[in-house]
T-cell receptor
Framework: KAGVTQTPRYLIKTRGQQVTLSCSPI?????VSWYQQTPGQGLQFLFE???????NKGNFPGRFSGRQFSNSRSEMNVSTLELGDSALYLC??????????????FGPGTRLTVL | DQQVKQNSPSLSVQEGRISILNCDYT??????FLWYKKYPAEGPTFLIS?????DKNEDGRFTVFLNKSAKHLSLHIVPSQPGDSAVYFC???????????????FGKGTLLTVNP
């Protein structure tokens, strides 16, 4: 079974631009979560989608948004990029059985650099 | 406010010895805890988990211990192997009322180096 895939793997943008990152979950998985990893803050939860609906949201500004499609693929968008948005963005998918113990499987991440 | 803390940024052990990675949490609502391993240029890989109703969970060379009263958990790797060298993240989650919660709160990680 193919794992979680994320595209692109690397991205360079300039301040003020916007960016869209894509995540394809493991086949059959319906929950997709996004995380931001930075050296200073570690891994921080952005949001989680299930059946095209955002179920959970972390403490990030409204510049960070996401969506999920009917095939469970997900995108996240960051508008008006700032230098501090440079980070590794990780996507994780899980097969929700309704328990909080469902394991999340991570993709390799997209490395975003903002110049 | 960091709710999950890994106070040791790095740990170095000899091959064959025990590695003990520690994690503390402050939120008493957390009821499920996980350990992930991460190699450079890869996403975190799930290693082992424990529910708050247990105090120990074992899977091969990996054992996680949970001390709820101290809000502390630890990961033991015995015996340690050079291939275990990676960053280890502790994570915690809590159930929302009425359903599941996929929001994981992570510690900042501990870099484990296992020397041959």
């Amino acid at each position: 079974k193919a794992g979680v895939t994320q595209t692109p793997r690397y991205l360079i943008k300039t301040r003020g631009q916007q960016v869209t990152l894509s995540c394809s979950p493991i086949s059959g998985h319906r929950s997709v979560s996004w995380y931001q990893q930075t050296p200073g803050q570690g891994l921080q939860f952005l949001f989680e989608y299930f059946s095209e609906t955002q179920r959970n949201k972390g403490n990030f500004p409204g510049r960070f948004s996401g969506r999920q499609f009917s095939n469970s693929r997900s995108e996240m968008n960051v508008s008006t990029l700032e230098l501090g948005d440079s980070a590794l963005y990780l996507c994780a998918s899980s097969f929700p059985s309704g328990r909080s113990t469902d394991t999340q499987y991570f993709g390799p991440g997209t490395r975003l650099t903002v110049l | 406010d960091q709710q999950v803390k890994q106070n040791s940024p790095s740990l170095s052990v000899q091959e064959g010895r025990i590695s003990i990675l520690n994690c503390d949490y402050t939120n008493s609502m957390f009821d499920y805890f996980l350990w992930y391993k991460k190699y450079p240029a890869e996403g975190p890989t799930f290693l082992i988990s424990i529910s708050s109703i247990k105090d120990k969970n074992e899977d091969g060379r990996f054992t996680v211990f949970l001390n709820k009263s101290a809000k502390h958990l630890s990961l033991h790797i015995v015996p340690s192997q050079p291939g275990d060298s990676a960053v280890y993240f502790c994570a915690a989650s809590r159930r929302n009322s009425g359903g599941s919660n996929y929001k994981l709160t992570f510690g900042k990680g501990t870099l484990l180096t296992v020397n041959p």
